[in-house]
């Protein structure tokens, strides 16, 4: 199955760069290129893409709106960030707007196909050094003082342990190896997971992980 991407940038060179290194792909398509946030909007409902990899800083709509938007109005299609390491703020907003994936713009070709093929396929990208950080300190911004928002209640002992590893920025196949249980079976605790605490994907279960202080800050 092929997966559809737009690409969504403001400068024609970082959007040549991109097709250039996604376009060798054998299982990605780029199906439509935006230069502002609105036309990233317009393809996205036009085109329904599986993917789009949205930038930030953009005129007339910026990538963070324009994310927004289109999970309000076309959910299925999932939003990966371009980011920089000191663009912290606006990855924050956009982690609430509801994206799912994060590419440092200086990423090499295996971690931006990485990171399309994971929002493809549902899940969110957890990026070592990015996301986890960002994660960490979007909860810790959002913490009040007082009881969590977020209650963990009724979670089994395995699924407290496998949300815990979610929120430390574990993949999958990490959590397998720590808990010493098949992919196959952390895969089956993560969508309990997602269905009990009613979270959108990853980002989120790990975002609760870190809001209900079972993740300390800096973990």
């Known amino acids: 199955m092929t997966i559809s991407v737009v690409l969504a940038d403001d400068q024609p060179l970082v959007r040549a760069g ?20 609105a036309e990233a909007l317009r393809l996205a409902g036009d085109l329904a893409p599986d993917v789009v990899v949205m930038d930030i800083r953009m005129p007339v709509m910026d990538g963070i709106e324009a994310t927004r938007r289109i999970k309000a109005e076309t959910a299925q299609v999932g939003v990966v960030i371009l980011t920089t390491f000191d663009d912290d703020e606006n990855v924050y ?31 969110a990208l957890l990026a070592p050094g990015v996301t986890r950080r960002l994660i960490a300190e979007f909860a810790t911004r959002e913490a009040a003082p007082g009881p969590p928002r977020r ?4 979670l089994t002992e395995r699924e407290f342990e496998v949300l815990t590893l979610i929120g430390r ?18 895969k089956s605790h993560v969508a309990r997971l997602l269905a009990k605490l009613n979270a959108r994907d990853r980002v989120q279960l790990a975002i609760t992980a870190h809001e209900a202080r079972i993740v300390p800050p800096s973990a």
């Open 18 to 37: 991109l097709r250039m290194v996604i376009s060798d792909a054998p299982d990605i398509e780029i199906v439509g290129e935006a230069g502002t946030g």
């Open 93 to 123: 907003a956009a982690l609430c707007a509801g994206a799912s994936g994060f590419l440092v713009k200086d990423s090499v070709l295996e971690e931006i196909l990485a990171a399309i093929r994971v929002v493809a396929a549902g899940d």
């Open 151 to 154: 209650t963990v209640e009724g």
């Open 169 to 186: 920025g574990m993949s999958n196949s990490e959590i397998s190896a720590h808990l010493f249980i098949s992919t196959a079976t952390t």
